[in-house]
Structure formats: C-alpha cells, structure tokens
C-alpha cells in the first residue's frame, strides 16, 4: 500500500483503524459527532472520501472525512512551514587593535546585514602582547564600531573585558516611532 517514512508516525485510514467508535469531522470541519467506526465509513464512502485518523490519543479517536492525498498534501506543508523558521545565530565579527576607520566600516557593515537577517553580532577585539595594556583606546574602538552601525541596534552585552582584550553583544532593534513635536 504506502510506506510511511522512518521516524515519522502514520496517520491509519479507513479499515486500518481499529477503534470500535471515533469522533467524526467532515471535510468542512463541522463535527458530526461520535460514531461507530462502520457508520463512519459508509458516510466517507458515500462522500467519496477516506476516513483518516488524525489523533489516537483522544477518547475515542477523532477521524477526519478527507481525500488522504489532500490531507498529506497539508500535513507536509504544515512541516515545510515550522522548518522555514529562522533560527538566531551569534555571528563573530573580530576587529583588530590597529584596525583602519574604512576596515570598522566594512565590518559594521557586515554585521548589520548579519542582524537585518535576524541573527546576533557578537564584535570582539582581540589584544595581544603589549596592546593590552592599551584597554581604553580598544573600548573606544567597539563604541566607534557601533557609530557605524546604521539600522536601530540593542546592545544585549555591554562592552566586557575577557582574557583576550573586549567584546560585545548587539542585536537588531526595532525602528522608533517619529514624533511630531
């Protein structure tokens, strides 16, 4: 008849059902009530539908009067639908200690099309050797790199201090109402 893929669980229609009684839904989703499963069958018959289980775990089960190609044909995009959604990701964007202003600018601006996808910047500068003791003009850096920054930004992590010089979290900000004044 039909394999089901592995892992996903499969929907019983018609005389694969086994419960002596189900709940009915019709094709328009209006309930028509707990039948016997041979009453419930005759009426998808005479429809010219299938009678197909959606859930089992109810008491008694509830049945749908549906076409099952229809209804897998919804079941799949329903899937596709919860699988599109965006999933945020924390996207690095390492700046140097020696960095150029046109450098900060190419940076921020890679890291607003990270944030306008949804996604987190996470802009870190990393200091070594006798740069660190140059902590300030790195902290300065950061505070530049978010001037460049054009879309509305919230800053989720102030600037901190790690082992290995600064970073800080910044993701995507909603757009401010104008006022007029």
């Avoid at 010219?48 to 008694?60: C, F, M, Q, S």
């Avoid at 076409?67 to 390492?94: C, L, P």
């Avoid at 020696?98 to 987190?120: L, P, S, V």
């Avoid at 300030?136 to 102030?158: C, G, R, S």
Wanted: glycine share 6%.
């Amino acid at each position: 008849m039909f394999r089901k893929p592995f892992g996903q669980k499969q929907n019983r229609i018609n005389h694969w059902i086994k419960a002596p009684e189900v709940r009915v839904v019709d094709e328009r989703g209006e309930q028509l009530g707990v039948l016997t499963i041979t009453d419930a069958l005759n009426l998808a018959r005479d429809r010219g539908l299938d009678l197909v289980e959606v859930t089992d775990k109810a008491v008694p089960p509830v049945c749908k009067i549906i076409d099952f190609g229809k209804f897998q044909y919804q079941k799949e995009k329903k899937a596709k639908e919860i699988s599109k959604t965006h999933k945020v990701e924390v996207k690095n964007i390492r700046l140097s200690f020696n960095i150029a202003k046109h450098d900060i600018e190419m940076k921020a601006a890679q890291a607003q099309k990270f944030m306008a996808k949804g996604d987190r910047v996470r802009a870190e500068i990393v200091l070594r050797g006798r740069e660190k003791a140059f902590g300030h003009m790195a902290k300065q850096k950061l505070e530049e790199f978010k001037t460049f920054i054009k879309i509305p930004t919230i800053v989720d992590q102030p600037i901190v201090r790690e082992p290995r010089g600064f970073y800080m979290l910044l993701s995507k900000g909603k757009k401010e109402k104008e006022t007029n004044d």
